[in-house]
């Protein structure tokens, strides 16, 4: 884990629960399967912390060497990192499966083969995973947003091709146009 640009947030660790030193895992990924014993993830600080232990059905995670109440707290808002050749390497996708950074600066075009921008990020709101979408400039300079959110679900997307980094979208544009 020493490549810095290769770093993405998989987690953010949140407030304490109970008195041995567990807190709640907010996770930023679809992969809670790597956050296993032994498993080891950088902090945005440079330090390295290892699980001692995760808890899936609570979401609840503690760490080798904060297992008081006491040490757990300085973790509180920390947030955990790993590089993305560990989690190509270690979280296994299904037929039609991919990263979520795999999506970073794709294209994103609706029915018609109009370009609508690129995907700049990605958030989860709820169970929800919405497309950050920094809008092409030509629309920009016709009066539309800058950016827009694109809810990735059935209705909107149509399919990702991860070899020409394009995403089609169903009435993104309507979207764009509301937005």
């Known amino acids: 884990m020493n490549n810095q640009s290769s770093l993405i947030e998989v987690a953010q660790v949140g407030r304490l629960v109970g008195l041995k030193g567990e807190l709640k895992l907010h996770l930023q990924c679809d992969f809670p399967e790597q956050f296993k014993k032994g498993k080891k993830f950088k ?10 232990s995760f808890n899936q059905p609570r979401g609840l995670i503690s760490f080798v060497g904060y297992q008081t109440r006491e040490d757990a707290a300085k973790l509180v ?17 299904k037929e039609g499966e991919f990263f979520w950074f795999d999506l970073i600066d794709a294209n994103v075009v609706d029915e018609d083969r109009t370009l609508l921008g690129v995907v700049d990020e990605i958030e989860r709101i709820a169970t929800t995973d919405y497309l950050v979408i920094k809008t092409n400039d030509a629309l920009v300079k016709k009066g539309f947003a800058k950016t827009f959110y694109l809810p990735y679900i059935e209705r909107y997307i149509i399919m990702f091709d991860k070899a020409k980094k394009e995403v089609l979208s169903k009435d993104g544009l309507g979207i764009l146009e509301n937005s």
Do not use: P
């Open 43 to 52: 902090t945005q600080k440079g330090e390295i912390l290892e699980v001692f």
């Open 77 to 93: 808002n920390t947030f955990l990192l790993t590089t993305v050749e560990n989690s190509v390497q270690e979280c296994a996708l």
